[in-house]
């Protein structure tokens, strides 16, 4: 299972990015996914998720803002991010999980830098 992670920028406040996850050894349609974040000082914290079935989870810090989705012929997740605000810089990390998309994780990507600048 590899993930490789890709999209991170600097961007200013208010702008937008959009980060991929794409997959290999797994089919992403068959797991649920997710989009973890940390900044520094700061505990490791799930931005986004994306079950197998299809269904979604957003961070209260994210809501409206995130949105997950994955393309399953390019076995490749994304996380299109709008509004940022600095707040939102972090590192991001693409995670598979063992089961259900708010359980414990079983691969991580190497992450990919955001930055917001105000």
């Known amino acids: 299972v590899q993930l490789v992670e890709s999209g991170g920028d600097l961007v200013q406040a208010g702008g937008s990015l959009r980060l991929s996850c794409a997959a290999s050894?797994?089919?992403?349609?068959?797991?649920?996914m997710g989009w973890y974040r940390q900044a520094p000082g700061k505990e490791r914290e799930l931005a986004a998720a994306?079950?197998?079935?299809?269904?979604?989870y957003s961070a209260d810090s994210v809501k409206g803002r995130f949105t997950i989705w994955r393309d399953n012929d390019k076995n490749t997740v994304y996380l299109q991010m709008k509004s940022l605000k600095p707040e939102d810089t972090a590192m991001y990390y693409c995670?598979?999980?063992?089961?259900?998309?708010?359980?414990?994780?079983?691969?991580w990507g190497q992450g990919t830098q955001v930055t917001v600048s105000s």
């Open positions: 995670a598979v999980f063992k089961g259900s998309y708010l359980g414990e994780t079983d691969y």
């Open positions: 050894g797994f089919a992403v349609s068959s797991k649920a």
């Open positions: 994306i079950s197998s079935g299809g269904s979604t």
